[in-house]
Each structure stands twice: as structure tokens, then as C-alpha cells.
């Protein structure tokens, strides 16, 4: 059965305030989920808090993109740019558009679909910055609206475990891709260092330190994250401390911030 969903968004200038209809064959919970997953990044665009340039200046791209590729030297490469000239590119959850940007450098024809505006409505603005040519869409992975085989090349790096239904959105980009299309997706990997003892572990104990007001200065000089995403946290630890540190709450709150719903 399907539902359907319609929220407005309260956005600064840069952003277009639209209202988004999504439709969906979900249920009453994971929309409700993606409703909240929409906010949030709506609200934080993905990376745009490592820099402190203003949104929509080439400044404010070139320091992103240049913090980008320090922390991830080899992603250029392995997304491999170069072959994608004179292809159909879509990709999922543009974020500031960094891939964007060389994907159309490199000759392919691009679409970016993201869930909230302010992603589209960043990576346009690069585009128009840069005089470049892409397709915008703000829509949701897990009913993209493309008709079956319109893309040669799918990407999403770092999105699709932020959706409630991820085999679900692996099914559409199979569907969209042409045959013989190639699809490169980034996804968090669960047997990690990170997931059992970053998250498991060290976290978990953080959340101990958290319940105090040295705890927190002491963990703002270890963990280095902000003093407001620290009281953030206490807040929470305070008012459910055993949900606080059951696992998939651990990873939602602890990777992109305190109140990620989903990750
Ligand atoms: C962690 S950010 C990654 C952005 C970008 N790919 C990057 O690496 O910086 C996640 C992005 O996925 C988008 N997103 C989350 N769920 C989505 C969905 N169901 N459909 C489309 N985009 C989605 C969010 O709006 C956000 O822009």
C-alpha cells in the first residue's frame, strides 16, 4: 500500500522553501524516519560545518572540496572520473556536489537526486559558479523518479544507509542503471574498527564521562568534537540513558552528529 508524505521546510536564502511530497511504499514508520532523516540534513548539509566561508561562495566550495580530498586521498581514484565521459551519471545524495563538479569536469552528463533542497540547491549553485551543466532532482532513493534504464553510471557515496529501506534503494539503482550500466556506492562497513571499539567501546565509555561537567570539558580536549554536540549528548544520555548506548543509536548519534537519526 502506498503513502504519501508532504512537509515544508524552513530554509535560509540559499535554499528554495518547497514543500516535498514523498511517495512511498513504506511504512507509517521508516516514513516518519525519513521524515526526520530529511530535517536533519536539511538543516546540515553534509560537510558544509567544516568550513566557515559563506555558503554559495567559490570560497566556501574550494575549502570544502580541498578538505574533502585531504581526508580522502584516494576517492578520486577510485571512483575513476575519467571513464565516465559522454556517460548518463545519476548520482544519489549529491551533499555539496564536490563529485558533482568533476563528474562534468570529466565530459559525463549529470543528474544529482537528493532529499532535501539545500543539497540540490548547493550543488546548483557550484554548477552556476563554475558555468557547468547538470540535472537537479529533489527526490528520495528509494523511488527515484527515472524511468528503468536511463543511466549508464550510478554513485552515492555515504548516503544510502541513511534511508530506512537501503535494499530497497539498491533495487532502484538497478533499475535505473542500463544494462551493462556500473554502479559505485559507498556504504558504511559494519566489521570495523570503528563499530566495535570506537563505537562499542570508547563511546560507550564517553557516555559515562558525559553525565559531568569536567567529563564533558575532558571530553572536548580528547574527542575534539564542539562543546554544544557534547551538551547535545549529555541531554540525551540524561533523558534515556539505556537507549543512549544501544548500538544503532550509538551509530546514529556518534557519526554525523548527536541527532543523525539514521545512519
Ligand atoms: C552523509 S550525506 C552524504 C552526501 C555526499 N554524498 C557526501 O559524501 O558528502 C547524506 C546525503 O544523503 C541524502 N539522503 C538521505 N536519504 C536519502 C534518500 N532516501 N534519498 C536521497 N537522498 C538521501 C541526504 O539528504 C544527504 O545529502
Same mark, same amino acid.
Given at each position: 500500500?502506498?503513502? =504519501?508524505?508532504? &512537509? +515544508?521546510? #524552513?530554509?535560509?536564502?540559499?535554499?528554495?522553501?518547497?514543500? /516535498?511530497?514523498? %511517495?512511498?511504499?513504506?511504512?507509517?514508520?521508516?516514513?516518519?524516519?525519513?521524515?526526520?532523516?530529511?530535517?536533519?540534513?536539511?538543516?546540515?548539509?553534509?560537510?558544509?560545518?567544516?568550513?566557515?566561508?559563506?555558503?554559495?561562495?567559490?570560497?566556501?566550495?574550494?575549502?570544502?572540496?580541498?578538505?574533502?580530498?585531504?581526508?580522502?586521498?584516494?576517492?578520486?581514484?577510485?571512483?575513476?572520473?575519467?571513464?565516465?565521459?559522454?556517460?548518463?551519471?545519476?548520482?544519489?545524495?549529491?551533499?555539496?556536489?564536490?563529485?558533482?563538479?568533476?563528474?562534468?569536469?570529466?565530459?559525463?552528463?549529470?543528474? =544529482?537526486?537528493? &532529499? +532535501?533542497? #539545500?543539497?540540490?540547491?548547493?550543488?546548483?549553485?557550484?554548477? /552556476?559558479?563554475? %558555468?557547468?551543466?547538470?540535472?537537479?532532482?529533489?527526490?528520495?532513493?528509494?523511488?527515484?523518479?527515472?524511468?528503468?534504464?536511463?543511466?549508464?553510471?550510478?554513485?552515492?557515496?555515504?548516503?544510502?544507509?541513511?534511508?530506512?529501506?537501503?535494499?530497497?534503494?539498491?533495487?532502484?539503482?538497478?533499475?535505473?542503471?542500463?544494462?551493462?550500466?556500473?554502479?559505485?556506492?559507498?556504504?558504511?562497513?559494519?566489521?570495523?574498527?570503528?563499530?566495535?571499539?570506537?563505537?562499542?567501546?570508547?563511546?560507550?565509555?564517553?557516555?559515562?564521562?558525559?553525565?559531568?561537567?569536567?567529563?564533558?570539558?575532558?571530553?572536548?580536549?580528547?574527542?575534539?568534537?564542539?562543546?554544544?554536540?557534547?551538551?547535545?549528548?549529555?541531554?540525551?544520555?540524561?533523558?534515556?540513558?539505556?537507549?543512549?548506548?544501544?548500538?544503532?543509536?550509538?551509530?546514529?548519534?556518534?557519526?554525523?552528529?548527536?541527532?543523525?537519526?539514521?545512519?
Amino acid at each position: 500500500m502506498g503513502h =504519501a508524505m508532504s &512537509l +515544508t521546510l #524552513a530554509t535560509p536564502a540559499l535554499y528554495p522553501v518547497s514543500e /516535498q511530497r514523498l %511517495n512511498s511504499a513504506s511504512s507509517p514508520l521508516s516514513l516518519d524516519i525519513k521524515r526526520q532523516v530529511q530535517r536533519f540534513w536539511q538543516k546540515s548539509p553534509c560537510d558544509s560545518w567544516f568550513t566557515n566561508e559563506p555558503r554559495g561562495t567559490a570560497a566556501f566550495y574550494r575549502s570544502l572540496d580541498e578538505h574533502r580530498y585531504k581526508v580522502h586521498p584516494r576517492l578520486q581514484l577510485a571512483v575513476g572520473f575519467e571513464g565516465t565521459r559522454g556517460l548518463r551519471v545519476l548520482e544519489i545524495g549529491c551533499g555539496c556536489g564536490s563529485e558533482a563538479e568533476r563528474f562534468v569536469r570529466a565530459g559525463a552528463h549529470y543528474t =544529482a537526486v537528493d &532529499l +532535501t533542497n #539545500a543539497a540540490v540547491s548547493i550543488t546548483r549553485r557550484r554548477f /552556476q559558479l563554475a %558555468n557547468l551543466e547538470g540535472r537537479f532532482v529533489q527526490g528520495d532513493a528509494e523511488n527515484m523518479p527515472f524511468p528503468d534504464g536511463s543511466f549508464d553510471f550510478v554513485y552515492s557515496h555515504g548516503v544510502l544507509h541513511h534511508t530506512p529501506d537501503t535494499p530497497r534503494t539498491i533495487r532502484e539503482v538497478h533499475r535505473v542503471l542500463s544494462p551493462g550500466g556500473r554502479a559505485v556506492i559507498m556504504l558504511y562497513y559494519r566489521e570495523s574498527f570503528n563499530y566495535y571499539v570506537n563505537l562499542g567501546i570508547v563511546r560507550r565509555l564517553r557516555a559515562h564521562l558525559l553525565r559531568t561537567e569536567l567529563g564533558i570539558k575532558l571530553s572536548g580536549a580528547i574527542f575534539g568534537e564542539t562543546e554544544q554536540d557534547l551538551r547535545r549528548h549529555a541531554e540525551l544520555i540524561r533523558k534515556d540513558p539505556g537507549s543512549y548506548v544501544e548500538m544503532q543509536n550509538m551509530l546514529n548519534r556518534n557519526t554525523d552528529g548527536p541527532d543523525n537519526p539514521l545512519s
